[in-house]
């Protein structure tokens, strides 16, 4: 920069710079190093007069800081000025910053309602503690802990509040400000389990219903009336059973019960030798013989033939348009 | 009386006269404040007015390379400063008067009057 580039700087002159340095410490880095600046070439100068120490000139270091800071307007070093000193200072500053004075503004603001907050925390507790066997919040009015009746814990938390509140407004000696201190860092840490005791009592006490549709999952199989149908008899018009009736859906996809693979279930194939599971009614083998007792096995109910069809066993299907199943939905 | 007491008070004037005269440096400031006559002024003092008066926007700045030594930072007085020193000026000059009657009022009644 500009200082000591041209003219050596003699160790007398550098250790002072030091020491004033140190004693500046506190500023802003920006403006210690302009300071120091102007200032090494003021020392260097006296120095190459070489008259008398700087100490002797100029006074000592730290008295030069502190004059320095008087007559340029600049806050005045804490006293001690060690790093502890120092980083107070430093943090001071901090502290005074715009920003930091608004964000100190804004929760200075908002200072009544922490005294309200912790002293619902306070009471909260009572709602903690551990063996209650009674609901420890009141149902009827939301946010009030039973103390004993919900009504006595309104009171309660009311008379907590106007406590808080007025030990907020009131000036207090250091003592008793430290005990103030300890009391919100106490509520503060509370806060959070007390919320949560609210929570899961009011969870405990009410039941979320619901209402609407409710997307059920596809399932395999087939349903009427909610129930699986497990067997399907079909019946032709004149009210007799039909066996081997194959079933397809609207999309021409054989219409599957859903009913895993059954070894006692007699097995049906085509004519290409493939398993038909779509023929219908489902005919199952007696243990013992390995054969189908009953192939006229049915529900025990008479189907009554459809009006308009002939009760005749001999008549014809293609004469009866009605039941032909042609006629049914693809 | 201790004359740095006083010196507090008007080391702003006093500096804004000097470099009313010319532009300086630091302790150029310093040497000609002495050689004026106040010979008690701190040179710690000097630098420290004219970086609040150059903060308060009374005296311009800029740096002259010098060829055997170190860079120097000049000041100068602006119109502002200008206007300060005229304005200050006048209130020192009215009260060294009011003070000089005072004095001479109380200790000088046999030699005056």
């Known amino acids: ?330 | 009386m201790d004359t740095t007491q006083l010196l507090k008070g008007v080391l702003d004037v006093a500096v804004l006269a000097v470099l009313d005269d010319e532009d300086g440096y630091g302790y150029d400031v310093v040497r000609r404040l002495r050689a004026a006559g106040l010979d008690e002024v701190g040179d710690a003092s000097v630098y420290g007015t004219l970086r609040r008066l150059y903060s308060a926007g009374a005296l311009t700045s800029y740096v002259v390379p010098s060829d055997e030594g170190p860079h120097r930072k000049y000041y100068g007085i602006n119109k502002q400063g200008k206007a300060t020193l005229a304005e200050s000026g006048k209130t020192w000059l009215a009260f060294a008067d009011t003070m000089g009657s005072l004095l001479a009022a109380s200790t000088g009644s046999e030699g005056r009057r």
């Open chain 1, 1 to 330: 920069m500009t200082t000591g580039t041209t003219v050596a700087r003699s160790q007398e002159a550098q250790a002072y710079l030091d020491r004033v340095g140190a004693a500046l410490a506190d500023l802003p880095e920006e403006e210690r190093a302009d300071l120091l600046d102007e200032l090494g070439t003021h020392v260097d100068e006296i120095a190459a007069e070489g008259t008398s120490s700087l100490e002797a000139r100029l006074g000592s270091p730290e008295e030069y800081a502190a004059e320095l800071r008087a007559s340029a307007g600049l806050p005045p070093a804490l006293s001690g000025g060690g790093p502890g000193a120092r980083l107070l200072s430093r943090l001071q500053r901090v502290v005074q910053r715009r920003q930091v004075v608004v964000a100190r503004e804004f929760f200075g603001a908002l200072r009544p309602a922490w005294w309200v907050a912790r002293a619902w925390v306070v009471v909260g507790l009572v709602a903690m503690f551990p063996g209650q066997t009674t609901p420890t919040w009141a149902d009827a009015i939301p946010f009030v802990p039973r103390v004993g009746t919900p009504l006595l814990g309104l009171l309660v938390l009311f008379a907590a509040v106007v406590a808080s509140v007025q030990l907020g407004r009131r000036r207090l000696s250091p003592r008793a400000g430290a005990a103030v201190v300890a009391l919100n860092v106490g509520a503060a840490l509370l806060l959070l389990p007390v919320l949560v005791s609210l929570g899961e009592s009011t969870n405990a006490r009410y039941v979320y219903v619901t209402s609407g549709r409710r997307e059920v999952p596809p399932q395999e199989g087939v349903y009427s009336a909610g129930r699986q149908v497990w067997n399907i008899y079909a019946y032709d018009a004149a009210g007799r059973m039909l066996h081997d009736v194959r079933l397809y859906d609207q999309k021409g996809n054989p219409l599957s019960l859903g009913l895993a693979f059954d070894k006692t279930r007699q097995q049906t194939l085509d004519a290409a030798g493939q398993r038909v599971d779509n023929a219908f009614p489902y005919r199952y083998l007696d243990p013992t013989t390995g054969q189908v007792a009953n192939p006229e096995a049915a529900p025990l109910f008479a189907v009554p033939p459809l009006l308009g069809v002939p009760a005749a066993s001999a008549a014809p299907p293609a004469a009866t348009p009605a039941p032909s199943p042609t006629h049914a939905k693809q």
